[in-house]
């Protein structure tokens, strides 16, 4: 059975998740999901009820593959997620900003998560290399600020804080029968926390 994962998307930037290039992924930030997540769940995400009305969906992906940090890195399908600072802000916030070096140890790319001038973050490099796993969907669909509300009936799957797993397969079969007919569209909406 698909499992679901639900929670609240705090900080929209296109970064975590990225939904840019023909793909959505998950690869900073949400470790504990990143760890147990297959392919074949559904993750959705929800914008913050301090903007937004309660269930109002940012995005929602089904799982297609999972990848190491280095595969994420070498694949040129993903290349155009690498963060070009300077570029548009769908470049800016690119998210494949992890690989390992010849010591095989990773490297944080400058990025939205490193600090001002490409120094390292340590702690987000921590954080989110401590779960060497990307999420990768191309059954997508991501609204940024504009999102549909969930029906009242599903709001059982939100989250308040970190994330929500715990769901009945019957919980979990009336969220994907509602939200199967709206995945595929890809990206459709500006994140919401862009000016």
């Not at 970064?15 to 023909?22: D, K, L, Q, R, T």
């Not at 937004?52 to 995005?59: D, I, S, T």
């Not at 669909?141 to 504009?146: F, I, M, V």
């Amino acid at each position: 059975m698909t499992r679901l994962f639900s929670y609240v998307v705090t900080r929209d930037y296109g970064f975590a998740p990225n939904p840019f290039g023909g793909f959505c992924t998950v690869a900073c930030c949400k470790p504990i999901v990143r760890r147990v997540a297959q392919v074949g769940d559904h993750i959705v995400g929800t914008a913050t009820t301090t903007r937004f009305p309660p269930g109002q969906v940012v995005y929602v992906m089904r799982v297609s593959e999972v990848l190491s940090f280095d595969q994420f890195w070498n694949d040129p399908r993903f290349e155009p997620k690498r963060p070009i600072l300077n570029a548009t802000r769908k470049r800016q916030y690119g998210d494949n900003i992890y690989c390992t070096n010849s010591q095989g140890k990773f490297v944080q790319m400058d990025s939205h998560h490193s600090l001002a001038g490409g120094a390292t973050n340590t702690f987000n490099l921590n954080k989110d290399t401590g779960v060497d796993r990307v999420l990768v969907s191309d059954h997508y669909t991501y609204w940024g600020g504009s999102g549909p509300v969930m029906p009242a009936e599903l709001h059982y799957t939100l989250a308040r804080r970190g994330h929500r797993s715990t769901f009945t397969d019957d919980q979990v079969a009336a969220f994907v029968r509602w939200a199967e007919p709206l995945l595929g569209q890809g990206f459709c909406g500006r994140p919401f926390s862009w000016a």
